[in-house]
């Protein structure tokens, strides 16, 4: 499906330009912007969402796709029942050849059994048979012998029509049959197009309305700068009402993702559920550990005045079988008025961190120190390692966007956002539109 189709390549954006990125991020820190012929080309027509008159025209195209396997397959199946029939000019012609084959083979038996006694009255003449009995059984063995010859010749020539009749509607079955095969396979795949036709307009006639991105929501995400697999880690987010209007709903899609690592390639039928990190929230006003999921797949912040915040505790539990590589967390947030006005933004809450395998619990032997006379070089930090609960809503304005962990790719990073969300998006079910429900019932 065409939406589904650029999630997925937002999904691979998102999952993999971090590592791309943030890896090359010392090496190119100090070079100038690439030339504009290099630079990637800006967003076209064909990367935009489609239209509801499009998604119409693709329903009555597959609409129409199908109806036409529909009666390929009908006239296939036609055509192999009508190879069935006794009247069928190939099943005919194999059994007029099948006829004339066994009248052959009778008309041979008949000779060879005629020949045979020819010879046999031959041997059977008496001793003091004439010359004229004698020469009436050599020509009655001679005719015999014509008569055996020409029945053979006969039943080989039947055999060999019958051979090439019954190999005619052999083939014409085979092909028949093929084409059957073709129109089945043609149909189910028409089958399917329609369907997924048919859920893309279903599933745009379902939203009321569609929500610009904007800025209206800012998320800020903190947290470790190390996560170690299997071992709980706990991050921080705050939603904030960056508008001049009390926002009457607001709700927050968060996800998790372990970055592929060497040689794991994905595209756009890729399963990112091995790649996808648990993660569960808290507030102030919810406190027990709430999973994201399918069933709850929004954080719901609720109505926020303006300049107000709401914190969140997020927890990610990496599988504990998941090597070391690198993981994100990516969050956007959406706001529905009781105007019927709304916002999506895509741009503003991620956060990156480096996955260290499980723990081993065997004791190692501890290296002996070498001793050194070098002086240890300074160590500058610049991760948010510490973790504060804050929980709750607060009016106090936030003017700061976005935290991110240190990573060395700082001037980088904010770039990934859009990519990110793409990501968010997928995995909280949403299309790039958000589903407008009526914010009056939640305020």
Same mark, same amino acid.
């Given at each position: ?19 791309v ?28 969402p489609?239209?509801?008159d ?13 109806? %036409?396997?529909? !009666? ?6 036609a055509?192999v %029942?009508?190879l ?34 020819a ?7 008496p001793v @003091?048979?004439?010359?004229?009995q ?16 020409e ?7 039947? @055999? ?7 190999? %005619?509607l052999? @083939?014409a ?11 089945? !396979?043609?149909?189910e ?6 369907? %997924? ?23 800020a ?11 709980p ?10 508008? @001049? ?32 990190i648990p ?8 406190l ?28 990610l539990? !990496?599988?504990?079988?998941a ?11 959406q ?5 019927s ?37 300074? !160590? ?10 804050q ?8 003017t ?8 060395g790719?700082n ?10 969300a ?6 909280a ?14 305020a």
């Amino acid at each position: 499906m065409k939406i589904r189709r650029i999630l997925a390549t937002a999904v691979a954006a998102a999952v993999t330009t971090p590592v791309v990125f943030l890896s090359a991020a010392p090496a190119f820190a100090d070079t100038k912007p690439s030339s504009a012929s290099t630079q990637k080309p800006a967003r076209g027509e064909d990367d935009k969402p489609p239209t509801l008159d499009e998604l119409k025209a693709a329903v009555a195209l597959a609409q129409k796709e199908y109806d %036409d396997a529909v !009666v390929a397959l009908a006239g296939a199946g036609a055509a192999v %029942d009508a190879l069935e029939k006794a009247d069928h000019p190939l099943r005919a012609a194999v059994t007029a050849a099948q006829k004339k084959a066994e009248e052959a083979a009778t008309a041979k038996t008949a000779a060879d059994t005629a020949l045979t006694e020819a010879e046999q009255a031959k041997k059977d003449l008496p001793v @003091d048979a004439t010359p004229e009995q004698k020469q009436a059984a050599d020509d009655a063995v001679e005719a015999a012998k014509g008569k055996a010859g020409e029945a053979a010749t006969a039943k080989t020539a039947a @055999d060999t029509a019958l051979s090439a009749a019954s190999k %005619d509607l052999a @083939d014409a079955s085979a092909a028949a049959s093929q084409v059957f095969h073709r129109a089945e !396979v043609a149909k189910e795949e028409a089958s399917r197009k329609l369907d %997924d036709a048919k859920e893309e307009l279903a599933s745009y006639e379902d939203m009321e309305g569609v929500c610009e991105p904007d800025e209206a929501v800012k998320i800020a995400l903190s947290g470790p700068e190390k996560v170690t697999a299997g071992e709980p880690a706990v991050f921080s987010m705050r939603v904030t009402n960056a508008s @001049d209007r009390t926002l009457d709903l607001v709700d927050v899609y968060v996800n998790a993702l372990r970055e592929p690592g060497p040689g794991e390639d994905i595209d756009e039928d890729t399963d990112f559920e091995k790649w996808t990190i648990p993660v569960e929230w808290s507030s102030a006003d919810v406190l027990e550990w709430t999973p994201v999921s399918e069933e709850f797949e929004s954080i719901e912040v609720g109505k926020l005045a303006k300049g107000a915040h709401y914190d969140v505790k997020l927890r990610l539990t !990496v599988d504990a079988g998941a090597p070391a590589g690198a993981g994100s967390v990516f969050a956007f947030g959406q706001y529905e008025n009781n105007d019927s006005t709304c916002g999506i933004s895509l741009d503003d809450g991620y956060t990156d961190f480096d996955i260290l395998a499980a723990k081993d619990d065997k004791p190692k032997p501890t290296p002996t120190p070498s001793p050194s006379t070098s002086t240890p070089a300074p !160590v500058t930090t610049t991760g948010t390692t510490g973790i504060t609960q804050q929980g709750g809503s607060s009016t106090t304005p936030v003017t700061t966007g976005g935290t991110l962990a240190a990573t060395g790719a700082n001037d980088v990073l904010p770039q990934l956002g859009l990519a990110a969300a793409g990501a968010v998006a997928l995995g909280a079910g949403v299309v790039f539109a958000a589903r407008r429900r009526k914010a009056g019932t939640q305020a």
